[in-house]
Structure formats: structure tokens, C-alpha cells
């Protein structure tokens, strides 16, 4: 019976050191995975993702790198130009785990955003009948080229009747363009918005440009852009492509109301005086004519540089004719004796 009950006493505590050895089997495999687990994390590393239009182009290293980046790419795109810059496609940036993917230097990541990205600045769009013609840095910029165009057609010595005006409907708006399209230089927009010719001139493809969107920009039909491109119709751009388009023609036209003079000779009718000295019919002259002057005031409106109507308004004798004067007589001739 005793060796029946230690028997039973060995064997529980058999089983007690086998749970002890079980549970610290479980304990230490749950360890190791835990181990694992925080090695795993550290080992996978973090950096910041740029993207542009949702497609991720590079990382670097952090965000301090990030700004940077789109503080070079902004300012090399924006040229010295007053306006606030901005870029046309979505620019994000963000925290995303390094995987396959190499960090790069900032230096390298503006060489791989560049082509992506199309830097747009604040400018002002002289728009004529709701066509954008020439864009300019500012609107103080673009107001001073229509005022100088205007002055274009007056002289010191013109009267002006009225002030100067456009025919067509031109309007100043505020735009973003890159800045390639700004101009800065007033004679230049002048003679832009002076031309009489339509000229092609070559534009170089930017990202997310399609050929509605080159011709709606140039102020032409997707048809002329496709005349000017033979092939072009029917397949992809790319960025970089040279591409001709359409300079808009001589949009603005200064309509100027001008007061003109013009001397202009008058004559007065002869005088007659009949004389019984003279023979019937003979005629003398005994004092020629002398034209007078008159001044006449001209109300001359002109388009551009062409006047299209001329209408007299007043007009002012400044020197007298003086009239023919013309013998004439009544003499009759006395009979012949037979």
C-alpha cells in the first residue's frame, strides 16, 4: 500500500516537470516570434515617396530632402518671374516603406522629376474676343502694353476728338502659365499685338499635354494643329516633342478719332460789267482772278494706322477771292450808208 501511494507521488511530479518544461517551451518560442517580429521592423526602413500624378517617381531620404527638391524645381522653373509658382500636376509626398526601391540624392531626384513636372506661374492673359493673345508677368505690365499700343498710332500734333478704343472685346485675366509663355518686355507684347501675319512657331511637349489641349492654348483648332503637324493625329505625344503651332494674328485693332485741317482753294464768279464803249459781244478782261484760302476742319477716324472715313465738320475763309472781272459790250455797230 505505501509503495502503491509513492508511486503515485513520483508520478505527479513527473507530470508537474513535464507542464513546467511545456509552458517554458511555449514561453520561449513566443519570445523568439516576438524577437523576430521586432528585428523584422527594424530592419524594414522607411523614406519619402514622391509622386506625381499618383505615379511614384523617387524617394529620398526625408522630408527635409522632399522640400528641397520642390523648392529647386519651382524656383529654376519659375525664371525669375514676380508671380507665385505652383506645378500643373499633383505633387505628393509621403512616408513609404524603402523595399526594392533606392533612395537618391536630391540632386538626382530633380533630374528625374524635371520631365514629369511643368512649373506654371501667375501671370496676366490679354485676351482678345475671349482669346488668350500674349501673357505678361503682371497686370500692371499688361495694362501699360495696351496703353502704349494705343499711343502707337497718335502723334504730339494730333487733336484727338476722342479717346482712343479697341474695336474687338479685350479684356486682361488672370492665368498660370509656364514660363516660357510670360513676357516681361512691353515692345515685344506691342509688336506681338501689332502683327498682320499668322505665323507658326515651335512649342516643346509638357506633361499631361494632349492636342486639344496645345491647340486651345495657341488660340487654334485642333484641325490647324494637325495641318501644321502632318502624322500627328491618331498617335501619342511625348514629352519633349517639337511640335509647330500657331502665333494668333494681329488681334488688336486701335480705332483713334482725329480732328484734321485742310487749306483748300475757293473761287468767287466773275464779274460782269457791260460797257456801251465796246463793240455787242466783245469781251475784256480787265482783272484776273485770284483764288482765296479756306481752312476746313476734317473729322478723320482711323483703324490702326489707316484711316476709313473722313466727314467735314467746319470750315474758316482765311483769305478772301478775289473775282474776275470781265467787259463786256453793248455797242451796237451803227449802219453803212448807200
Not at 519619402?48 to 522653373?77: F, P
Not at 518671374?81 to 505633387?91: M, T
Not at 494643329?225 to 502632318?230: A, K, M, Q
Request: a positive charge; glycine letters at 6%.
Amino acid at each position: 500500500m505505501r509503495d502503491h501511494s509513492s508511486r503515485d507521488r513520483q508520478y505527479e511530479r513527473l507530470q508537474a516537470t513535464i507542464r513546467v518544461y511545456r509552458a517554458a517551451v511555449v514561453l520561449c518560442i513566443i519570445i523568439i516570434v516576438i524577437l523576430s517580429s521586432l528585428l523584422l521592423s527594424r530592419r524594414r526602413r522607411f523614406a519619402q515617396a514622391i509622386r506625381v500624378d499618383g505615379e511614384l517617381v523617387c524617394m529620398v531620404a526625408n522630408e527635409g530632402v522632399a522640400t528641397q527638391v520642390y523648392q529647386q524645381l519651382l524656383k529654376a522653373g519659375k525664371n525669375d518671374l514676380p508671380g507665385k509658382a505652383g506645378f500643373s500636376e499633383q505633387w505628393e509626398v509621403g512616408a513609404w516603406p524603402v523595399e526594392d526601391h533606392p533612395i537618391v540624392s536630391a540632386a538626382e531626384a530633380i533630374k528625374l522629376l524635371r520631365p514629369k513636372l511643368t512649373v506654371v506661374v501667375s501671370a496676366a492673359a490679354i485676351t482678345v474676343d475671349g482669346t488668350e493673345v500674349v501673357i505678361m508677368a503682371t497686370r500692371e505690365l499688361a495694362s501699360k502694353v495696351l496703353d502704349t499700343l494705343k499711343a502707337k498710332y497718335i502723334s504730339e500734333e494730333d487733336k484727338l476728338l476722342a479717346a482712343p478704343k479697341f474695336r474687338e472685346e479685350v479684356l486682361i485675366a488672370d492665368v498660370q502659365k509656364p514660363a516660357d509663355q510670360i513676357l516681361t518686355d512691353i515692345g515685344t507684347a506691342v509688336q506681338q499685338l501689332s502683327q498682320t501675319a499668322k505665323g507658326a512657331k515651335t512649342y516643346v511637349v509638357q506633361t499631361g499635354d494632349y492636342p486639344v489641349k496645345i491647340a486651345d492654348k495657341h488660340g487654334m483648332s485642333v484641325g490647324e494643329l494637325y495641318r501644321l503637324n502632318p502624322g500627328l493625329k491618331g498617335r501619342t505625344l511625348y514629352v519633349g516633342e517639337k511640335l509647330k503651332v500657331a502665333v494668333p494674328a494681329a488681334p488688336i485693332t486701335v480705332v483713334t478719332v482725329k480732328e484734321k485741317t485742310d487749306i483748300k482753294e475757293i473761287h468767287a464768279e466773275p464779274e460782269k460789267i457791260y460797257s456801251p464803249t465796246l463793240p455787242q459781244g466783245e469781251q475784256r478782261v480787265v482783272r484776273e482772278a485770284v483764288p482765296g484760302k479756306k481752312r476746313v476742319f476734317l473729322q478723320c477716324v482711323y483703324e490702326n494706322d489707316k484711316m476709313i472715313r473722313e466727314t467735314p465738320l467746319r470750315g474758316q475763309i482765311i483769305q478772301e477771292p478775289i473775282p474776275q472781272r470781265v467787259m463786256i459790250g453793248t455797242k451796237e455797230a451803227s449802219g453803212e450808208s448807200e
